[in-house]
């Protein structure tokens, strides 16, 4: 079952911008995970956070996780055209199956 | 080059046949996934494995068949009983059973 719901469905920024996709989810969880999916391509892991964690960073990224609203916020900073790509987040609970959003496209023009 | 690799890239499947999908991984990883991505839809679990000689479905599994003899193989094989097959298949390893590490997917087809 599909658990996460992310929001936007599509998002079309210019380069330098910076894009913001927030994901909503039902039930407890352990992690939450974020992923970014080129066209056509596999999967890639960009992040993951913890359920006590509120917040953590890599490179341009920066994540968000409030447990008490069952949300999370994905944020790229200075967006580049190679940032172009769909973006899921996934949530984790205890039998470590992930569980996966419809994803977000994000398109950034030159 | 440690990775995860499937093949073939595209398949095609005709009316009652079973075609199998190839994924193996060279990432020493113990735990593998299949999942199944629709067109603008998130990717939904096919079956996994924890351990070699051992998987459990997952929530689409009606249709398709998996075998893990291997630690670096887990190949799926979908069944003339899954009557719409055509999607994007993605598989997937993870050595500590959080972080899923993406093979780059077979898409499969119907003749």
């Known amino acids: 079952s599909q658990q996460g719901e992310e929001d936007p469905q599509a998002l079309s920024i210019q380069e330098g911008e910076n894009a913001t996709m927030n994901c909503s989810y039902k039930?407890?969880?352990?992690?939450l995970q974020w992923y970014r999916q080129n066209s056509g391509r596999g999967l890639v892991h960009l992040i993951l956070?913890?359920?006590?964690?509120r917040e953590k960073h890599s490179g341009r990224l920066r994540v968000t996780l409030d447990t008490s609203k069952k949300s999370s916020s994905l944020l790229i900073t200075a967006s580049r055209a190679a940032d172009t790509a769909s973006y899921f987040c996934a949530t984790q609970s205890n039998d470590y199956k992930l569980s996966f959003g419809a994803g977000t496209t994000v398109t950034v023009r030159a | 080059d440690g990775g995860i690799t499937q093949s073939p890239k595209y398949l095609f499947r005709k009316e009652g046949q079973n075609v199998t999908l190839s994924c193996e991984q060279n990432l020493n990883h113990d735990a593998m996934y299949w999942y199944r991505q629709d067109p603008g839809q998130g990717l939904r679990l096919i079956y996994y494995s924890q351990i070699v000689n051992d998987f459990q479905k997952g929530d689409i599994a009606e249709g398709y068949s998996v075998s893990r003899e291997k630690k670096e193989s887990f190949p799926l094989t979908v069944t003339s009983a899954q009557k719409n097959p055509t999607a994007f298949y993605l598989c997937a390893s993870s050595i500590d059973g959080e972080t899923q590490y993406f093979g780059p997917g077979t898409r499969l087809l119907v003749l």
């Open positions: 956070i913890r359920s006590n964690e």
């Open positions: 039930t407890s969880i352990n992690n």
